[in-house]
């Protein structure tokens, strides 16, 4: 009676196996060991870089301290050796690196003498949270239009589209976002313009601080957005009027295949392709290009932080910062080709780099 289940667990678990097997020696998972062994390797060289490359910078953290009279000489040297300031280039280096591999440790900042990580782990989720909200808003407003426009080619929609992409192409996010902010003073207090919530926001409920977030996000959202969008819009525009050209949408459409389909199923799975490529890249500039705004705006993110810690040669501190510039690069092209390789399986990620 107890061997007819006990046999149908030996066969589950045997199928199993051969699926976790089957996964583990499978082409995509190879080819991630692979990208992420070439990571590695990368993350060496620019750690490399970007260590000397802060010490090219003149003075130190110490200099602000130097040129006060009131700190002592004694005094001076006891921070140089609690920083570790008194020793050689090299050897700081090699004593970061040793933390990171073996204890994940970037070291302590100088400013705030609070470990690195806690302070990352502070301002990442504010940071990711308002350059991810402007990556859904641009997507999901430039890639329409971009369709429209392709489809409407040299038609009054396609041309006003076209004026529009090339304004917001053409203003910086700086001045964007300094509109903005003109913006919500001529309409005060519509938009708030300083912080990530309001006064009252511990004395909310769940819904309420959740509106109240979204609320501040929506100046700095559309800061990030404009030129993004506009850029995506013209690239989408293109694409799509390549392939639409090519001889197999004419042989569709010689077939009799609605319109519709025609554009939707088959030239846009094709033309959407180098755009998924992008995404790699935006993900990386999730940092870069939420700087400026995060400054304007006094959104608590890594923006504002990076900036403080470069004018005060807080080394450890923008080391760290770099160091996950270059990991949300490699990570961000990784998914952007195992994203490219389920939008259109034809792709082999053996023919990739």
Known sequence: MTSAPASSRSIQATSLVRRVAAFLTSETMLY??????????????ASVL?????????????????????????????????????KPAWQQYWKWLAQVVTQFNFGVSFTYQRPV?????????????????????????????????????????DKVLRVLSYLGQGIPTFVTGLLLLFLAQMTAPMFPVGGRTSINHEDLIWIG????????????????????????QR??????????????????????????????VHALRNAINPLITILGFEFASLLVGSFIV??????????????????????????????????????GN????????????????????
């Open 117 to 157: 990580v806690e302070l990352l782990w502070e301002r990442i989720p504010n940071t990711l949270l308002l350059s991810i909200a402007s990556i859904i808003v641009t997507w999901t407003i430039a890639i329409p239009l971009g369709i429209i426009s392709a489809v409407k080619e040299n038609q009054l929609v």
């Open 235 to 264: 690239l989408m525009r293109g694409q799509l009027l390549d392939v639409l050209r090519q001889d197999y949408i004419q042989t569709a459409r010689a077939k009799g295949l609605p319109e519709n389909r025609v554009i939707y």
């Open 50 to 86: 970007c260590f000397f490359v802060i010490q090219l910078a003149p003075g130190d953290f110490l200099s602000q301290y130097r040129q006060n009279p009131q700190i002592s000489a004694d005094t001076l040297k006891q921070l140089e050796i609690q920083f570790g300031l008194d």
């Open 334 to 353: 990784l998914l952007a080709d195992l994203a490219l390789v389920f939008v259109d399986p034809r792709i082999k990620l053996s023919e990739i780099n």
């Open 294 to 331: 995060e400054n304007l705006f006094n959104w608590p993110g890594l923006g504002r932080l990076t900036l403080q810690a470069v004018l005060a040669l807080d080394q450890f501190l923008v080391m760290a910062i770099l160091m996950m510039g270059a990991v949300m690069l490699i990570v």
């Open 209 to 232: 601080k959740v509106l109240d977030i979204g609320w501040h996000m929506i100046l700095p959202t559309l800061a990030l957005s404009i030129t993004s969008f506009a850029g995506l």
């Open 32 to 45: 991630i060991v692979k990208r992420l062994l070439q990571a590695l390797l990368t993350l060496l060289l």
